[in-house]
């Protein structure tokens, strides 16, 4: 089991930046990736970013690029997500992943993730 504790989140304008952190405990060795992913209302969970632990490589989505950017750091298994010129549609619920599956295309994917975190809010007023 791994256990996934979010920080950060809450309320900015327009413009402004926003730290997410995230930290795993329990069988951390067996997780290959952290990612952050993110939830509307009446939507689907969205992939935002990722980190892939064996190459120390970041991936984003094409909205978030440019703008947030995701560091790990493998002693501690913990990931920051650093977003900056944050805009009203980055408005939702962040969410922690783990994976603890070899790499593959689903890292982008929320069915490539094992275990969650219960979610931070990021508010982004207009």
């Known amino acids: 089991q791994v256990q996934l504790v979010e920080s950060g989140g809450g309320s900015v304008q327009a413009g402004g930046s926003l730290r997410l952190s995230c930290a795993a405990s329990g069988r951390t060795f067996s997780t290959y990736a952290m990612g952050w992913f993110r939830q509307t209302p009446g939507k689907e969970r969205e992939f935002v970013a990722a980190?892939?632990?064996?190459?120390?490589?970041?991936l984003y989505a094409n909205s978030v690029k440019g703008r947030f950017t995701i560091s790990g750091d493998n002693s501690k298994k913990s990931v920051t997500l650093q977003m900056n010129s944050l805009e009203f549609e980055d408005t939702a619920v962040y969410y922690c992943?783990?994976?603890?599956?070899?790499?593959?295309?689903?890292?982008?994917?929320?069915?490539?993730?094992?275990?969650w975190g219960q979610g931070t809010q990021v508010t982004v007023s207009s």
């Open positions: 980190f892939i632990w064996g190459v120390s490589r970041p």
């Open positions: 992943a783990a994976r603890t599956r070899t790499i593959d295309a689903t890292v982008m994917f929320v069915r490539g993730y094992d275990y």
